[in-house]
């Protein structure tokens, strides 16, 4: 069962595992989404979607196409980049990066 905090405005939901949803008024975060159904996601579908590693509790791809809308942007590393399947990276765009790198 998820559990929220509101911070200064700012929603964060935990959901399993590793999984976060981070909700402003303007954008909506999703961190490690795993086992999320299209139920869990509802409306809330991602402009911008983290994943921070490989192993399948992290990298779901079930999961992310649930997150997925027109224009969301996923920020991975080159592993996960190179592991994603290819109808999630025609529908959003990915960007790779390596640690210690940042992008906007």
Known sequence: MPSTSIMEGIQFTRYIQAT?????PTRTVWVDPYRLTE????SEKADLILV???HSDHLDPDALRNCLKEGTVLVTNP???SQLPRDIREQCQV???KAGESTE
């Open 20 to 24: 976060f949803r981070i909700k402003s």
């Open 39 to 42: 139920r869990d996601v509802a």
């Open 52 to 54: 921070t590693h490989p």
């Open 79 to 81: 592993v996960v980049d």
């Open 95 to 97: 960007v790779a990066i």
